[in-house]
Every structure is written in structure tokens, then in C-alpha cells.
């Protein structure tokens, strides 16, 4: 895949079907890796503290109810509806003030839907269906993300930005996705020392510490130019690295 289709000609139901091959886990991180990129521009702090929430749940330190709490507080806060998906009988976009305001019924509707969601503890049926379906999540992610580059630009430059952007979008997700299946070695090679490694690198995101992994694993008899040739070039890692995953040993 190039970066001039990535997330630009690839229609929605295709990029669905790339997205699929990888696991929740991995889904969640490169949705936070791709707001992270314009962190400084979201709309509000409830969305940092969404994206914060999605990497924690990604590493099983929150619940799936805590982090749709604090998706849904960031739509609540900000109108965006990012983290939502459709959920037949909802309201959520009425709710959140997007959707038509010239229709009685569905206000009427919406305030029968606030009350329910009061009851559950303000979350939306429509993003605890997100946190389930993460690849739909990284589909919208990943083309807000883009609008909103294009959108600061100048006219006569969005189409590079969006070029831009796309690549930078499909760096990060082979930085996610990792090369293909993993090799059949990785289990002789998860020595003491290079797992140690590789969690303390995940733990504290210090990437700068690949190097070190690679003499480890050299060490385990590891010999793959592929394998020690992404811990060595300087290049950016972020949390989710297929390296760093396979040399801890999840996915």
C-alpha cells in the first residue's frame, strides 16, 4: 500500500478491511498515535484525556466503562463526535448538539435519551459501541486527523498537507503492524535480558534504549537485518512498536 492511497483513495470499507488485520490492542494505540500528532490542536482537554484513556485501556489498566466515561465526557464537552458510532434507538448526536434541531421529534427523543444516559452515568450507548469496534474508530480518527491539517493550511497547500499526513498515517501503522508474521525465532530469542529490556523501553517510552535492545538480542543469537535494523535507524517509535511487542511477547 502507498502513502498516496493511504487513507486517501482507499474508500472507507477498504480501509476497514486493512485495519482489520491487526488486534483491539493495536487498533486503540494507533488511534491515540494519530491524535497525538495534533495534540496541541484538539479540540479540548476532555480529548487528551480520551486519548491518555485509550492507550490505559489498551495496556488493561482501565475498563472498558471508565474509558467510554471519559470518551463521552470529551463529546459532551467538545461536539465532536469522534468516539461514536451508530447505535439504532440513540439519540447521541442530538445530544451532543450536531445533529437537526429543526426536527421536534428527535429533541424530544434526545431529552428522553439524556435522562437514560443520566441513568448509566452519562455514557453514550453509541461510544461504548466505539470502544468495541475500534477499527471503525481509527477510520474516523484517522480522516478527522486529516481534515484538520488541511484545514490549517492554505488553500493552495492543503492537498500537499493531506499528502503529508497520509504518509505520516501509514508510517505509524507499519510502525504498529509490524513487518507481517512474526518470526517463528522470537521465542528463543525473549531472553531474560531482552525482555527486560523491551518492557522497560514499553514502560518508560524510551526509544532511545533500541540500540541496546538490538545488542541483546545479537546476544540471543538473533541475526535478522530487518529485526536489528528498526532498533538501530533513527526513526520515530511510539507506544504500540511491533518490535518492542514481539520482544515482550504481546500483540
Not at 210 to 238: F, T
Amino acid at each position: 500500500m502507498s502513502s498516496a492511497n493511504w487513507f486517501g483513495s482507499l474508500s472507507t470499507s477498504e480501509l476497514h478491511y486493512n485495519l482489520c488485520e491487526l488486534s483491539d490492542r493495536k487498533l486503540h494505540l494507533l488511534t491515540a498515535a494519530f491524535l497525538r500528532r495534533v495534540w496541541d490542536d484538539l479540540p479540548s482537554d476532555h480529548t487528551r484525556l480520551a486519548v491518555e484513556a485509550t492507550e490505559k485501556f489498551a495496556d488493561g489498566r482501565i475498563t472498558v466503562g471508565e474509558l467510554a466515561r471519559l470518551r463521552s465526557a470529551d463529546l459532551l464537552d467538545s461536539c465532536e463526535p469522534l468516539w461514536t458510532l451508530p447505535v439504532p434507538g440513540t439519540f447521541d448526536e442530538e445530544l451532543i448538539g450536531v445533529g437537526d434541531e429543526d426536527d421536534s421529534y428527535c429533541d424530544w427523543r434526545a431529552e428522553e435519551y439524556e435522562r437514560w444516559v443520566t441513568k448509566q452515568g452519562y455514557v453514550l450507548d453509541g461510544v461504548r459501541a466505539g470502544v468495541k469496534r475500534p477499527e471503525w474508530i481509527v477510520v474516523k480518527v484517522a480522516r478527522y486527523v486529516r481534515e484538520m491539517v488541511a484545514w490549517k493550511a492554505e488553500r493552495d497547500q492543503r492537498d500537499e498537507v493531506i499528502l503529508a499526513e497520509a504518509s505520516a498515517q501509514e508510517f505509524l501503522f507499519h510502525e504498529i503492524a509490524g513487518p507481517g508474521l512474526p518470526h517463528s525465532q522470537w521465542p528463543q530469542w525473549r531472553t531474560t535480558t531482552v525482555v527486560a529490556l523491551a518492557r522497560g523501553i514499553y514502560r518508560d517510552q524510551a526509544y532511545d534504549r533500541l540500540p541496546i535492545l538490538a545488542d541483546a538480542l545479537q546476544d540471543a543469537d538473533c541475526n535478522d537485518d530487518g529485526v536489528l535494523q528498526h532498533c538501530r535507524e533513527a526513526k520515530e517509535h511510539v507506544r504500540g512498536c511491533w518490535l518492542v511487542d514481539l520482544a515482550i511477547g504481546i500483540g
